[in-house]
């Protein structure tokens, strides 16, 4: 098997993929009545609770919260975990060491820094991401460590090929981020991968951050998780941090509400490293998330609904563009490398029927040989309505004929 090793690069400062589709698209007309679906933004109904819980703690407003969260935000996380991964049911708020988070993208970007601080004497630090990847993992930058991309393609299954990294590569990495359900592809890491994955982080002393914000999206089998799979089968959370947020699994990405768990001894570290520059999650906010982890009815509801337009995806795409329905998550990853390069194909979709996607090349970079794996691939967000979202699907074939 052939061996990764990364060419050396400065880091890039990473642009909003939605700011260069903006400067892509902002002298063309579309072809139709516009449906966008770029952004990843549920637009599925809010818990009907919502307010009230918000309104029930409303007097929190006026106090600073703690960088640990309350014992009432505590306690619903874990026992959120323990129903949905009985693996971890028994363990308590400090086995697991739960912090919540404004979202997971703050988490995601902090983490990085406490990451690079665990391993100092690592002299050219890297941190590990896929290829295509969600764009704030590339502020790993920051932190003084190399960003190295591994590429996630067709040729390996659309996740890292981990036993295709360079054992010198592994010898200095301080972080691997791995999403699963995975954005875009919508790929699940079996728990013989995050198993593989596991073995590497501790024989090599950096963290596995597991990205598990579409973990609840899913049309077929729950995909597993990476802490579950880690006590259950070694007892230990070490080397192993999990991200997860409400965006998805609630329809509430305004809410900026989300919390980390995981290995207790950098929790710590990464508490300490919060309590004097990260954002907290407001009482009330917790209060209701509490609310909302509590409750799976809205949960079964939301699912429903996505595999309905799952079911409209197989049924109007068939085989085109590759089509695969995704194991997890709420895109679409199109191949339409015969119509053109991901550019030319979604300002062709804007102008031929005012159906705005995201190039696929605007997730990726050029990978160690030169190519981006995201070039000949669009995103389609499957967030819209179901009659919204089987019109754009129809209208997507009979532009690109």
Known sequence: MSKFSPAQSQFQMPTSPFARLDKLLHDMEPGAQVIDLTIGEPRHPMPDFLMEALGEAAEGFGKYPAIRGTKEFRAAVADWLARRYPALAGLDGKTLGIIPLAGTREGLFYVTFAARSRRLEIENPAILVPNPFYHTYAAAGVSGAELVLLNADSHTGFLPDLNGVDESLWKRTVALFLCSPSNPQGTVASESYLLRALELARAHDFLLLADECYSEIYTRNPPPGALETAWQHTGSLANVISMQSL???????????????????????????????????????????????????????????????????????????????????????????????????????????????????????????????????????????????????????????
């Not at 949960?299 to 068939?318: S, T």
């Not at 550019?343 to 981006?372: F, H, I, M, Q």
């Not at 794996?373 to 209208?395: H, K, Q, S």
């Open 247 to 401: 965006s998805k699994r609630s329809n509430l990405p305004g809410l900026r509400a989300g919390y980390c768990t995981g290995d207790p001894e950098f929790i710590d570290a990464f508490a300490s490293f919060r309590n004097v520059t990260a954002p907290q999650l407001p009482v009330p906010i917790q209060h209701a998330c509490a609310r909302i982890l509590a409750d799976e009815e809205h949960v079964e509801a939301n699912r429903a609904m996505y595999r309905e337009k799952f079911d409209a995806a197989d049924r109007i795409l068939g085989n085109r563009y590759g089509y695969r329905r995704p194991e997890g998550g709420f895109f679409l990853w199109l191949d339409i490398g015969d119509y053109g390069d991901s550019e030319s194909v979604v300002k062709t979709l804007w102008k031929g029927c005012g159906v705005k996607v995201l190039p696929g090349s605007y997730l990726a970079r050029d990978g160690a040989d030169g190519t981006n794996p995201g070039e000949n691939f669009i995103r389609v967000a499957m967030v819209d309505d179901l009659a919204t979202t089987e019109d754009a699907l129809a209208r997507i074939v009979a532009t690109l004929t």
